[in-house]
Every structure is written in structure tokens, then in C-alpha cells.
């Protein structure tokens, strides 16, 4: 099955740049969407197909794919930014939809 | 109000049912594709199984073919899953979520419940 990999955690200051990566086989290929997840909450949409973001979400989030890594970043970085955020493709192969493990963010 | 509103969990024995639904709410139902994904204490997101927007197609992870269900009552604007012989593995907070379509290559879940707890255990 496709697999997803994430770091297990970043860690960044306030007002600077967090770069999560999120490794898979010819990822540049797939569609890439990204989910923020707050202790106790419900998973929120951040970036889908890639680069676009929901309405709702800051100019902030933004995200890139290009050959084995896609990357979401938050740029000018919050306290109410640390979160959990996960990677997520549809497999095509299977009609399965994978996650990464996850990354925590810590501000 | 657009949300989709879990219940049905609690706790169970191992090897015996559980039925969860989650009422939808703030939009077309029927138009949607369906998705439970699941998170275990302390890991990471792990999908479960979708259902088209009409229920005639059904896919499930492997961990739960088999024992899993996956319904919907587009009348009742909602989604179910049956689970049966339960296993501790099964413990999590199980959340409904709606799919999207992207480009008609891909799917991202764009409106999420707040989840329901399952907790398999003697």
C-alpha cells in the first residue's frame, strides 16, 4: 500500500517560517491535501490539491509538491498554529485514501 | 448550518456490534460521497472505508472487510457504519467526514464531524 512519510515533529519560533515535508513515491504526481488538527478537535482542510486553500484559511498555509516531497508551510508563525497537521493522497491503485502520520508542530 | 453530527459510540466487549450514524445537516446530502475515518488514543488519522453519493460503491480498508459496514439513508440525510466482532484494535474516535472531489483525480475531506468514541474492551 502507499505510504505517506512525515517528520514526527518541528519546532519553531514565533513570526518565523515551519516547513512540513511528507515523502511518498512519485508524490509530485498525486493531488496532496493537508489537515491541521487541534488536542480535542476535529481535523480542518488547510490545503487541498496541492497548493489551494479553503475559504477561511490565512495566506499563511500554503503548499508545494514536486518529485518524492510535498510540503505545507506556515509562514509567519503563530501560537495558535501549533497543531497537528497530516498529509493525505487518494490511492489510485486501491480506491484507498492514506495519511501520513502526522506532524506536531510546537511554537 | 452546514455539519455532520456523530453518535452511537460508547463502549463494548470484544467480539460483539456497535452501529454508529452521523447526522448531516446545511446541504445536499445525496450529492456527496461519504467517508469514517478513524483515530486511535494518541496515533495518527486512519481511513476507514467511503460510500458514493448514491451508496453503490463501497470501499473499505483492509483491517475492517468484512466486519465493517458502510450505509447511508440519503431520505434520512444520514450515514452509518455497522461494526461487527469487535476487536481492542477497533478503540478510536470514529468521525464522519465529506469527500470532495478534486480534479476529478483525487478526493479531500472538506467538512468533518466532531467524532464519537469507540471503546472495545472487556
Known amino acids: 500500500s502507499y505510504v505517506l512519510t512525515q517528520p514526527p515533529s518541528v519546532s519553531v519560533a514565533p513570526g518565523q517560517t515551519a516547513r512540513i515535508t511528507c515523502g511518498g513515491n512519485?508524490?509530485?504526481?498525486?493531488?496532496v491535501h493537508w489537515y491541521q488538527q487541534k488536542p480535542g478537535q476535529a481535523p480542518v482542510l488547510v490545503v487541498y490539491?496541492?497548493?489551494d486553500r479553503p475559504s477561511g484559511i490565512p495566506e499563511r498555509f500554503s503548499g508545494s509538491n514536486s518529485g518524492s516531497t510535498a510540503t505545507l508551510t506556515i509562514s509567519r508563525v503563530e501560537a495558535g498554529d501549533e497543531a497537528d497537521y497530516y498529509c493525505?493522497?487518494?490511492?489510485?491503485?486501491?480506491?484507498?485514501?492514506?495519511f501520513g502520520d502526522g506532524t506536531k508542530v510546537t511554537v | 448550518q452546514v455539519q455532520l453530527v456523530e453518535s452511537g459510540g460508547g463502549v463494548v466487549q470484544p467480539g460483539r456490534s456497535l452501529r454508529l450514524s452521523c447526522a448531516a445537516s446545511g446541504f445536499t446530502f445525496s450529492n456527496y460521497g461519504m467517508h469514517w475515518v478513524r483515530q486511535a488514543p494518541g496515533k495518527g488519522l486512519d481511513w476507514v472505508t467511503v460510500i458514493s453519493y448514491d451508496g453503490s460503491n463501497k470501499y473499505y480498508v483492509d483491517s475492517v472487510k468484512g466486519r465493517f459496514t458502510i450505509s447511508r439513508d440519503n431520505s434520512k440525510n444520514t450515514l452509518y457504519l455497522q461494526m461487527h466482532s469487535l476487536r481492542a484494535e477497533d478503540t478510536a474516535v470514529y468521525y464522519c467526514a465529506r469527500a470532495e472531489e478534486y480534479r476529478s483525480s483525487s478526493m479531500y475531506f472538506d467538512l468533518w464531524g466532531r467524532g464519537t468514541l469507540v471503546t472495545v474492551s472487556s
Open positions: 490539491g496541492g497548493s
Open positions: 493525505q493522497v487518494w490511492d489510485i491503485r486501491t480506491d484507498h485514501y492514506v
Open positions: 512519485n508524490i509530485g504526481t498525486n493531488s
